[in-house]
């Protein structure tokens, strides 16, 4: 036995019932029905619940992937900046304004380098 039931909807959520329901070739009273039982049964929260897992597995996975990326990068920096430190003696005063010239020439070079790179989708870990 049914039971009969008064509600008020919005415009908007009303046209859009009307709509779903000519498309579907359902009555409303089919669609809102079926609507309630999905919306209060047990399992549909424990569905949503493994759903929202399973995104945030997911994510945590790329997360800890883009933890290890950012961890190889910084290693990778320090070791060379260590290297470099180690390798390359200080310069005297008298060259030290065309070693910086020259600094900011190849640095610029390397900015333009990288833009380049970063625009064409190329990478090194790839």
Same mark, same amino acid.
């Given at each position: 036995m049914k039971s009969k039931h008064t509600f008020r909807l919005s415009r908007e959520t009303a046209d859009q019932l009307a709509d779903y329901a000519i498309r579907k070739r359902a009555s409303q009273a089919e669609i809102v029905e079926a609507a309630l039982l999905s919306f209060l049964s047990p399992d549909g929260s424990e569905r949503m619940e493994a759903a929202?897992? &399973?995104?945030?597995? &997911? +994510? !945590?996975?790329?997360?800890?992937? !883009?933890? &290890?990326? +950012?961890e190889i990068g910084n290693e990778a920096l320090a070791l060379f900046v260590r290297f470099w430190l180690t390798a390359n003696p200080p310069l005297p005063d008298a060259a030290m304004a065309a070693a910086q010239a020259k600094g900011r020439e190849r640095y610029d070079g390397f900015v333009e380098? !990288?833009? &380049?790179r970063l625009d064409t989708g190329e990478r090194l870990m790839g």
């Open positions: 929202f897992s &399973r995104r945030i597995d &997911r +994510v !945590l996975r790329q997360l800890e992937h !883009l933890d &290890r990326s +950012v380098a !990288l833009a &380049r």
